[in-house]
């Protein structure tokens, strides 16, 4: 009893602490979220104080990154004992599309954290640079109604193979996506390859991630035809 009794207080003190942790989180998370959706709307709305608004998301967003880079190691071993009290199954999906463009061409549409902004879902992107010894890019999104997404670029080969993964919204399944460039007689061929890792308890959408890589595939046909005209005008 004695034993039971000394460790009462802390398990209080513990459980306290986690409230007031979470707490916090909830808040900063909150507004994080509202100022996003504030810099979206005025965004939207042509307003320059948007730019502003969502740079204090994005400084906010740069902690993040400071902070998961120095957590990494903790991250990995919590994953470590997750796969052990649950079983993961993997689900892949395979897209591909040729395109009259050389390769060059169509990893300068695909590669860069802004290009993201010529479609019609992100208002703005911008990349944070890899870490020597540590994380690699990472490239955060803006969507026009407010949400934000974030990825890791974990392997690349400039103009042939990269491999990303995403890191938010975090959540129980691991989301990776892997391009392929290969040159063909007329332009050349992208190999979108999406792999999802779920808990035994979670059904994959396979449906959904096919078509997200397909209606992917599909959207860059005419960014591409537009920046033909752009270049030839020019």
């Given at each position: 009893m004695t034993i039971?009794?000394?460790?009462?207080?802390?398990?209080?003190?513990?459980?306290?602490?986690?409230i007031v942790i979470a707490y916090f989180a909830i808040l900063a998370l909150s507004g994080?979220?509202?100022?996003?959706?504030?810099?979206a709307s005025l965004l939207q709305n042509r307003d320059p104080l948007g730019v502003p608004v969502l740079a204090i998301v994005v400084s906010g967003l740069?902690?993040?990154?400071?902070h998961g880079a120095i957590?990494?190691?903790?991250?990995?071993?919590?994953?470590?004992?997750?796969?052990?009290a649950h079983t993961f199954r993997a689900t892949t999906t395979t897209s591909s599309a040729e395109y009259g463009y050389s390769p060059a061409v169509v990893w300068s549409a695909i590669?860069?954290?802004?290009?993201?902004?010529?479609?019609?879902?992100?208002?703005?992107?911008?990349?944070?640079?890899a870490i020597p010894d540590g994380p690699g890019e990472r490239q955060c999104f803006f969507g026009w109604?407010?949400?934000v997404s974030m990825i890791e670029v974990i392997e690349e080969v400039p103009e042939r193979f990269a491999v990303t993964q995403v890191l938010f919204p975090p959540g129980d399944v691991s989301t990776k996506m892997v391009y392929r460039l290969e040159p063909t007689t007329l332009g050349c061929r992208l190999t979108i390859e999406t792999i999802e890792e779920t808990p035994d308890y979670l059904t994959p959408n396979q449906a959904a991630m096919q078509?997200?890589?397909?209606s992917f595939l599909h959207?860059?046909?005419?960014?591409?035809?537009?920046?033909?005209?752009?270049e030839v005008r020019e």
């Open positions: 039971t009794a000394s460790l009462h207080p802390c398990v209080t003190v513990l459980f306290v602490k986690n994080l979220v509202t100022l996003s959706l504030l810099g740069l902690l993040t990154f400071i957590a990494d190691r903790k991250v990995q071993a919590q994953r470590a004992d997750a796969a052990k590669r860069p954290a802004e290009a993201a902004m010529e479609g019609n879902d992100v208002a703005h992107a911008f990349a944070v640079p109604n407010g949400s078509q997200f890589s397909d959207n860059l046909e005419p960014l591409l035809q537009k920046r033909a005209l752009e």
